[in-house]
């Protein structure tokens, strides 16, 4: 059975706050539920994402990384002002890489998030994620082309301004294979097109537990890429993109 890096997933554990997001709070999601579903898909590795409805806590993910173990780490959300000895705090905890929601909500301009963006990479070399929908690239792609390494979530959501987003595919920025259920086109088209242009883009994840989707992850999203991709690009994309991207950047 392929081995799995899961690049996306979220552990909602009750132990800890929500803040409601427009007000929508989720179902809770602890770690014993996640490491039953991983358990039947081989994932082996991956990356906790924290969720608009987490905010700023970071307790949560800090118990999140030491119950999963060795071979995951920590997508984050941080204020403007968080300083540069919490940041190398973090990265030696397990986290790897800042995320703004821009589609929930950000309340950072774009010249602080590009300002943060360059300030997380240079001390820690911290990816950034943008969970961004694709018809709002245009505005946001002269900040991204700047950006030393950044990965966009769920395909980009929407058809609409998709070429956007793979001309930034070919310059080297990653896009989360997740959310199958979020999106409104092809899923299999959309997925051979990225591949096409740059076979490294590609990061599979689970999208667990597909909070706000309109169709949760399945099992069968797995096999839609092997269906659309092949063998080698399935291997890419289920494991060897998200290892690399998250686990051997120098």
Same mark, same amino acid.
């Given at each position: 059975?392929?081995?799995?890096?899961?690049?996306?997933?979220?552990?909602?554990?009750?132990?800890?706050?929500?803040?409601?997001?427009?007000?929508?709070?989720?179902?809770?999601?602890?770690?014993?539920?996640?490491?039953?579903?991983?358990?039947t898909l081989n994932i082996v590795g991956g990356a906790v994402v924290s969720a608009s409805y987490q905010g700023y806590d970071q307790s949560y993910l800090? !118990?999140?990384?030491?119950?999963?173990?060795?071979?995951?780490?920590?997508?984050?959300?941080?204020?403007?002002?968080?300083?540069?000895?919490?940041?190398?705090?973090?990265? !030696?905890?397990?986290?790897?890489?800042?995320?703004?929601?821009?589609?929930?909500?950000?309340?950072?301009?774009?010249d602080q998030l590009a300002s943060m963006a360059k300030r997380v990479y240079e001390l820690a070399r911290w990816h950034v994620e943008l969970h961004v929908?694709?018809?709002?690239?245009?505005?946001?792609?002269?900040?991204?082309?700047?950006?030393?390494?950044?990965?966009?979530?769920?395909?980009?959501?929407? !058809?609409?301004?998709?070429?956007?987003?793979?001309?930034?595919v070919s310059q080297g920025v990653k896009v989360k294979a997740s959310g199958f259920g979020r999106v409104d086109f092809d899923v299999k088209k959309a997925?051979?097109? +990225?591949?096409?242009?740059?076979?490294?883009?590609?990061?599979?994840?689970?999208?667990?537990?597909?909070?706000?989707?309109?169709?949760?992850?399945?099992?069968?999203? +797995?096999?839609?890429?092997?269906?659309?991709?092949?063998?080698?690009?399935?291997?890419?994309?289920?494991?060897?993109?998200?290892?690399?991207?998250?686990? !051997?950047?120098?």
């Open positions: 059975m392929q081995k799995v890096f899961d690049s996306h997933f979220h552990i909602i554990d009750p132990k800890f706050p929500l803040i409601p997001n427009r007000g929508f709070l989720p179902e809770y999601f602890p770690f014993d539920e996640y490491a039953k579903r991983a358990k800090r !118990e999140a990384l030491k119950q999963l173990g060795a071979g995951f780490v920590g997508v984050v959300q941080l204020p403007y002002e968080t300083t540069d000895e919490e940041i190398i705090e973090l990265a !030696e905890a397990g986290v790897r890489a800042l995320r703004f929601n821009i589609f929930n909500g950000l309340s950072l301009s774009h929908a694709s018809s709002d690239l245009e505005e946001l792609s002269p900040i991204i082309e700047r950006l030393p390494a950044v990965s966009i979530d769920h395909l980009g959501l929407v !058809e609409e301004g998709f070429p956007g987003l793979l001309r930034l997925l051979q097109r +990225i591949y096409t242009e740059n076979p490294e883009a590609l990061l599979f994840g689970t999208d667990l537990p597909s909070t706000r989707a309109k169709r949760p992850f399945a099992a069968e999203d +797995i096999e839609l890429i092997a269906e659309a991709l092949g063998e080698t690009g399935t291997k890419k994309v289920l494991y060897s993109n998200a290892h690399k991207w998250y686990m !051997e950047k120098n």
